[in-house]
């Protein structure tokens, strides 16, 4: 274990062409996830950035993080970011009307020219204690055209890889207690979960991705601040292992770290270090700890259809960790 831390229609599908910074929306028949088309590389490969739990108007090292961003996105060529959430704190933004935060804590921030691709975005808690319908607004996205949000749950198709992003936050029971929350458009909640449940395991199961990747905001195994998440272990996870999910990338803990299943290939990654961290507060898990690290930074994935390789870097731009996984060619 390495630690680091700091002291201190069913197929009928309608397609709707539209094209946005090079990517294809497929809009599907109701009961289906939306899903949008990525292309790879030439070459079939694949390079994305993952950054969670970033929005404060560049404070907290918010724009440290960035800049180091726009250096690796620079060299690796990256294709596209994923958001794991909490995208604006504290309380997301107040409608699609709410430019002024949109642009401090996301366009005014990620300037770097390699950072001027798609950004893919799920939802965290905070997002959805402001209007938690603003950040699929069109009238957002015609303020950044890489805010690419279209559903809080919608699957990226990147040919060798697809990347099923999962809303999250209605699965925890507790939130449900507090009025704060913006529940428009999901409850009730046990239809609201059982649909979203049904949809991903029937998109999952008709993959032919070689890589199939889950991203949400919430932790399911975690060594960090929040540990695990009970209410996913109890109705997310079955999902994943049933489905054959290779890894679940999430954020909400503002920390990096790689877990490995102890009963299954899953692998569970922590990307939420875009801007405040250094909690200093740890939990335990039942699953084995690989990395952890107490602080800012994001993490890089490069794909090819037999390999993938992964690292954390800090806020200096250091790599942190770095790991590969690698399957049989013949494996879909």
Known sequence: MMIMMRCGLSVATVVVAVVMVGVMVASPVVGELARVEHPTKEDGSLAVLVVGDWGRKG????????TQMGVIGEELAADFILSTGD??????????????????????????????KPWYIVLGNHDYT????????????AVDSRWTSINKSFIVDSDIAEFFLVDTVPFVQKYWNESKFDWRQVA???????T????????????????????????ISSGCEHGNTTDL??????VLKTYGADMYINGHDHCL????????????????????AWAGKFKQTSDKLEFIYDGQGFLSMQLTMAEASF??????????????????????
């Open 59 to 66: 404070q907290y090292n918010q724009t440290l993080v960035a």
């Open 87 to 116: 995208n604006f704190y504290n309380d997301g933004l107040t409608g699609d009307n709410d430019t002024a935060s949109f642009q401090e804590s996301f366009t005014n921030i990620y300037t770097a020219d390699s950072l001027q």
């Open 130 to 141: 402001g209007d938690a319908l603003a950040q699929q607004s069109p009238a957002i996205r």
């Open 188 to 194: 009730p909640r046990d239809t609201y979960l059982s």
């Open 196 to 219: 979203l449940l049904t949809d991903l395991g029937d998109a999952m199961s008709q993959s032919n991705a070689t890589w199939k990747i889950v991203v949400g905001h919430h932790t």
């Open 233 to 238: 272990v109890a109705m997310l996870l079955p």
């Open 257 to 276: 770290q790689r877990i490995t299943s102890i009963d299954s290939p899953l692998e569970f990654i922590t990307s939420g270090g875009g801007s405040r």
């Open 311 to 332: 690292a954390f870097y800090d806020v200096t731009g250091a790599v942190l960790y770095s790991w590969q996984l690698t399957k049989s060619t013949s494996t879909n």
